[in-house]
């Protein structure tokens, strides 16, 4: 994989950083107990793994594709990283993304674009663009990503690969930088369902550093894999979200949205019609909560404590040198999400805004329990186009926001979602994915009718 990346990185350019030696080093240990007749510490012992660059890396630097956090080492691991280390992962290194995880096409990253290894005029995807061109690009056989929004299951899904979010609270946040914390959820990118969920069992679990990390055992995951390899879905009900399909979806993606409803159906499962009206109104308050809790923080990138400082001259006052340095450090859309937050949250507009935001959380939540007392998953397209091209949709943020139309939902209510592979378009030969999702700590319903289906 070393080898791989330094073949196509140049161009690809998944990654911001490559630890070889790490990784080698990290390889050899899990080799050396093999020889000794240990038995593996876990089942993905030694197989290499690229790390979203928004989990802090002790000894690694930890960027989150922003200026502000350029050159920053920090001093310890997040929780995801730990376990990574103690299940012998290599760590091959840290992935481009969007700045602290804000876009749809990893063109926000202050250190340039990924490109999708399908198409390399074409964006990969985002926020995690890294992590799932890794994969595609067979430089990482694992990643890891982060889904506030549709970052693990957008770019998955343009990219050809399996991503998972998981229930919100399932894998521990401790040491993933913040963008959105009510939101906020890591999850494996893989090139099979298996794969994907035999990282998930290795990163997920209760962390008592994390306050909202469910106090729950992680659910059977590779055993649901297992089982639905067999391709066998008789007696599973599936719920086609009315909603999630028709005006503004590419033919393409449609047509193999219903190829893949007609498959589901032949492996024996049960399809419905399911409506869920207030899936509509899901972008609209997303982008009010995001950057509300956004705003908030970032307010840690004061320059005071660590990350970028500029104006650190004896001349300017520490709120001129914080100013200067936050101008200098983030890039238009983390101002504009920080902006467009603060306003949200500001007094006499916080129940117009954020409470009104909130609100259609909760019916968007009911909707999905409505939907779940008929079906055992529900079924769309993950994203409404295949890959766009690299700077098609950069000056026009609303179109950028689109692409997280079908995704946003499942981040909403806190459920978990899978994006798989469903072929090519027949619009442009460029990957679609399928969305899956399930109720929350029910993960394992992804992964039987995800393994049943690819
Ligand atoms: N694209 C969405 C956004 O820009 C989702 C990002 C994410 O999931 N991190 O906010």
Not at 2 to 19: G, M, P, Q, T, Y
Not at 85 to 114: Q, Y
Not at 348 to 373: N, P
Request: hydrophobic share 40%.
């Amino acid at each position: 994989h070393l080898d791989r990346i330094a073949e196509v990185d140049s161009d690809i350019h998944a990654f911001l950083h490559v630890d070889a030696d790490g990784a080698v080093a990290s390889a050899r240990a899990v080799d050396e107990a093999l020889a000794k007749g240990e038995s593996p510490v876990s089942a993905i012992a030694g197989v290499p793994l690229a790390l979203k660059d928004v989990f802090t890396t002790r000894g690694m630097p930890t960027t989150c594709g922003s200026r502000t956090l350029e050159n920053w080492v920090p001093p310890y691991d997040a929780t995801v990283t730990r376990k990574l280390r103690e299940a012998g992962v290599p760590i091959l290194g840290k992935t481009n993304m969007d700045e602290f995880a804000m876009g749809s096409s990893t063109e926000n990253s202050a250190f340039g674009p990924t490109r999708n290894p399908w198409d390399r005029e074409r964006v990969p995807g985002g926020s995690g663009g890294g992590s799932s061109a890794s994969i595609a690009a067979y430089e990482a056989p694992l990643a890891i990503g982060t889904d506030t929004g549709g970052s693990i299951r957008q770019p998955a899904s343009v990219t050809g690969t399996v991503g998972v979010k998981p229930t919100y609270g399932g894998v521990s946040r401790y040491g993933l930088v913040a963008f959105s914390s009510s939101l906020d959820q890591a999850g494996p990118c893989a090139r099979s369902v298996l794969d994907a969920a035999l990282l998930h069992e290795v990163i997920g679990g209760h962390d008592p550093l994390d306050s909202t990390s469910i106090d729950a055992p992680v659910p059977p995951v590779v055993q649901a894999a297992r089982e639905g390899a067999n391709g066998d879905l008789t007696g599973v009900k599936v719920g086609v979200v009315r909603e999630l399909s028709g005006e503004g979806y590419q033919p393409g993606v449609l047509a193999s949205f219903d190829a893949a409803v007609a498959q589901l159906r032949e492996l024996g499962a049960e399809i419905v019609e399911v409506s869920c009206p207030h899936f509509t109104y899901g972008l609209s308050a997303y982008y009010l909560i995001a950057p509300s809790e956004c705003s908030s923080n970032l307010a840690r990138f004061d320059a005071m404590r660590y990350g970028l400082r500029v104006s650190d001259d004896g001349e300017h006052s520490a709120e001129e040198v914080m100013a200067a340095s936050r101008e200098a450090g983030f890039g238009p859309e983390v101002k504009r999400r920080i902006m467009l937050g603060t306003y949200a949250l500001s007094s006499g507009y916080y129940d117009a805004y954020y409470g009104s935001a909130q609100k259609v959380r909760t019916l968007i939540a009911r909707d999905f329990t409505a939907a779940y007392e008929q079906v055992d998953v529900l079924v769309s397209p993950t994203t409404p186009t295949t890959a766009f091209r690299l700077g098609e949709r950069v000056d026009d943020p609303l179109a950028m926001y689109l692409a997280d139309l079908c995704t946003i939902p499942a981040n909403l209510a806190g459920n978990a979602a899978m994006s798989v592979p469903s072929g090519l378009s027949a619009d442009d030969g460029l990957p679609v994915g399928l969305q899956i999702m399930a109720p929350a700590l029910a993960d394992e319903r992804l992964y039987r009718v995800g393994a049943a289906y690819e």
